[in-house]
């Protein structure tokens, strides 16, 4: 097992698939040209783990690394894509709770884009571990698959002060929260509502919320206007990708993975597989995720010296293929040494910003219950798979309820309700139907043995495949009403 020397911090270094030994490498001896007291213990994780049959993509002896180290320094790890495997990225971020991914995006020299000279310098804050990333996901039918987007008030809370915290230690006066709170009222709603009663605990730094689809469009129209922006998981990845396209592409986006207890720092960007092994990528992502992780290790003077180091190299007009072209561009490695040729330059044109450190929010590690007031069920939504059309599993689930504690209140199909249709639905039906059954006698509170006598009562004629209970919580409605339903 391998020590970091007194006095010197060891960080787990995982080179990754297609270019990430490349980025990585190039990294690597940046740093180690600063002389910052770093030592490595290298570890593998991606896609020859995968190869070697095991699922998760990250072998024992990497995750007793990383908790060891709590530091991590990583090239991109390929994901098989539609099936099997989970990701090994998101494992990692997942296993040690990196809850808050980091993704700043600033204009640099030389680096010329439709937006240069507008001063584009933000961070993205993107939830890191919830939403549909968690990707709890289902068959209900053969025909109908599910995401579940889970979002939790303690996600939203650590997420939303990290936006706050990380606004202090930069000096940023604005965070705004993006969200598609508009629709999914419950769960991005969640986010919108942390924001809103967490954001008075920070009267030095102004709050706003954005709707993110305008997000997007505003971070294309006059990307100037934002500083931070904290989103959920989903979003996040999209906007930081959009984001980083605006200041020269993914070539150029770093990201740091923090958490209470492990940071993992990569670049934004993937394997690029059609680049591999060929020393044409640009490096710049991961040696400016170095200068984040320099700066989390508390070697400032180093960090500086790098992101100084990529200015000066820019400015002096050595580029890689992606922005130089293929004639013009230099080799990985080139790029690499012009900038350690350059660790003892500053740039006249740049200001390495004022940072205070990053106090992570105390939130604790504990379970965090959430309790009403007052809380009972009112009815259940239960999924049916059928070929009946609407008005025959209606009159037909009506039957069977008769006389008991429950009525069939509607049934929705694909979020609109069909029946009773009054006539408006013109909604393209599928054999996938939620029916709302809800207690004739609201105040009483659904039981259990009103679920199981549903249950008897339904399977003996139709396929159910997924329950939801309706629960009130402090009076307020827990679910949503499909679309048409009054
Ligand atoms: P990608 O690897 O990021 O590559 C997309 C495109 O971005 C490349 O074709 C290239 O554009 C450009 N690019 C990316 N990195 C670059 C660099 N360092 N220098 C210059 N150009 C760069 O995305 P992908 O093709 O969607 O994903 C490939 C694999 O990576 C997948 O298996 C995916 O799951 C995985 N992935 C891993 C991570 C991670 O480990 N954190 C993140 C994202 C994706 P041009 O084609 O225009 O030259």
Redesign the pocket.
Known sequence: MAQAAAGRKLVTLIP?????PE?VRATQAVIEATGASIDWEERQA?ASIFRQGLPSGVPEDTIESVNRTRVVL????????GFGEK???VTLRKLFETYANIRPVRELPGVTTPYSGRGVDLVVVRENVEDLYAGIEYMQTPGVAECLKLISRKGCEKIVRMAFEFARSEGRPVVHCATKSNIMKLTEGMLKRTFEEIAPEYPDVESNHIIIDNCAHQLVKRPEQFDVIVTTNMNGDIISDLSSALVG???FAP?ANIGNEVAIF??????????AGKN???????ILTGVMMLRYLGEAEAADRVENAVLVTLESGVR???IAGDRDGASTTDYTKAVISHLNDRSGAWSVRERRPLQLPQVSAEPVTVRPGSRRDIGVDLFIESDLDPRALGKSLEALVEGTRLSLYGISNRGTMVYPSKGRSNADCIDHWPCRFMLRDAAAGLTDADLLDLLQRVSGTHRWVHLERLPLYDDERGFTRAQGED
Do not use: Q
Not at 74 to 81: F, H, S
Not at 280 to 286: E, S, W, Y
């Open positions: 990754g698939d297609g270019i990430g980025v991606g990583k090239g991109p790890l390929e994901t098989p894509v990701s090994a990225n592409g993914l070539g990201s990569e670049a934004v960007h993937g394997s690029a597989p059609k680049y044409v990528i640009n490096p710049t992502a991961l890689t293929r992606d």
